[in-house]
């Protein structure tokens, strides 16, 4: 049988939860941030990168390693928020953001021109960041709900 002290505690085991997928939302919106600048900033600083000693951020490998963190933190922090809110526009969002960065990121070298890899990374990202923040609204308001209504704090 349940007892109160087992209630408590699985509340503070979802509070910490809610904590979790919020800090992850922090890491992919500056990981999703961090990709897109990148892209619309290098080709300005491109000149300075070997002078600067930052030549590998001009690679493909670069954007490969981004495109990996922008990925592991939305799948990290997007998937257990919707698993919580079940706001399905949320992970239709993330698809279609990840859908498009992998893409730049892995495939318009080998399909397409590479002129479509700045647009393309670009809209992917920004559509991942604002569902990042979504999902961080959306969380943050279960996490109000479920955890500041009760006396464990």
Not at 78 to 85: A, D, E, R, T
Request: hydrophobic share 50%; aromatic share 14%.
């Amino acid at each position: 049988m349940a007892t109160v002290k087992d209630f408590t505690n699985s509340l503070i085991l979802r509070c910490n939860e809610f904590k979790a997928i919020l800090n992850l939302d922090n890491f992919g919106i500056v990981a999703s941030s961090l990709c897109l600048v990148h892209c619309l900033v290098l080709p300005f600083v491109l000149l300075f990168l070997p002078f600067l000693g930052l030549q590998f951020l001009a690679s493909n490998l670069a954007h490969k390693y981004l495109a990996f963190f922008v990925f592991l933190f939305a799948l990290t922090a997007i998937v257990p928020g919707y698993l919580q809110h079940k706001n399905q526009y949320i992970l239709y969002a993330m698809i279609f953001g990840l859908s498009l960065v992998l893409f730049a990121s892995f495939a318009t070298n080998n399909i397409m021109n590479d002129s479509y890899e700045v647009p393309l990374i670009t809209i992917g990202n920004l559509v991942l960041v604002a569902t990042h923040l979504k999902n961080r609204k959306l969380c943050a308001q279960l996490h109000n709900l479920n955890c500041h209504n009760h006396d464990h704090y």
